[in-house]
């Protein structure tokens, strides 16, 4: 993912979300950790 969308949060979620729906639990979880304000929608995608 380019760095300068890793800032934006809801990008970063969607992200996640796409990556778990497709069982990519290691790629979803790397950008999980490149967050660095987490909010309750962001662990929910998890």
């Given amino acids: 993912m380019p760095e ?3 800032n934006n949060n809801i ?3 969607s ?3 796409m990556l ?3 069982g990519d639990v290691e790629s979803a ?3 999980f950790r490149s ?3 987490k909010d309750i929608i962001t662990y ?3």
């Fill in 4 to 6: 300068n969308y890793r």
């Fill in 11 to 13: 990008t970063s979620t």
């Fill in 15 to 17: 992200a996640i979300d």
């Fill in 20 to 22: 778990m729906k497709f």
């Fill in 29 to 31: 979880e790397r950008v």
């Fill in 35 to 37: 967050i660095k304000a």
């Fill in 44 to 46: 929910g995608a998890m």
